[in-house]
């Protein structure tokens, strides 16, 4: 199903807002795709047996209920990510391009989950393991990671996708996420704005 890994996202604080996440194991295709996590509760789609849904549970495997794998062309990733994070029933998303790693693919839907939930918003957080093409009207922010897994420790980047239009709500959600108590909103934990 998946392997444990201690995940750091050291500009959320350091080991203080360290977290344990679960790996989910993939069986990505060579096709691009999305990566889709659901709110729990969601219905599984009605047609559980057509094509897309028998090659989505071929990646993401049977007993997660939650995640979806959609295949699309490589020039449509990021645009439909981004208009697919905009659905009410969606969590994360994340882009694969082909030939990225099913593990680095899992730690960037590992970091979305982190990430959103760090964030206490109701948005959906959209991140690839590499900087995938991103078309006019998009940006790229890159996370470090420090992943502990199996006694050794390694640092990745996971890049989150925004619009550009959306810029100004992710910096004043930064504020909220990082904020310590006591500290004036818009202030980081160091006291800088």
Excluded: N, Y
Excluded at 89 to 108: D, E
Excluded at 144 to 161: F, K, M, P, Y
């Amino acid at each position: 199903m998946g392997s444990a890994a201690r995940v750091v996202v050291p500009d959320a604080g350091g080991a203080a807002e360290a977290g344990r996440s679960q790996l989910v194991s993939l069986a990505l295709p060579d096709r691009a795709g999305l990566l889709l996590r659901r709110a729990p509760g969601t219905a599984a789609p009605e047609h559980a047996g057509r094509l897309v849904e028998r090659r989505s549970r071929a990646v993401v495997g049977d007993v997660r209920a939650d995640l979806h794998f959609v295949e699309l062309q490589r020039g449509e990733l990021v645009r439909v990510a981004l208009s697919m994070a905009r659905l009410a029933h969606v969590r994360t998303v994340v882009v694969c391009p082909a030939g990225v790693s099913p593990g680095r693919t899992a730690l960037a839907l590992a970091v979305a989950g982190m990430l959103r939930q760090r964030r206490m918003s109701p948005a959906p957080v959209v991140t690839c393991a590499v900087c995938p093409p991103l078309g006019d009207g998009k940006t790229a922010i890159p996370h470090e990671v420090r992943v502990a897994a199996a006694g050794q420790v390694q640092e990745r980047l996971v890049w989150e996708i925004v619009a550009w239009d959306d810029v100004p709500a992710w910096l004043a959600g930064l504020g909220t996420s990082q904020r310590a108590p006591g500290q004036p909103a818009g202030s980081g934990r160091d006291g800088r704005p």
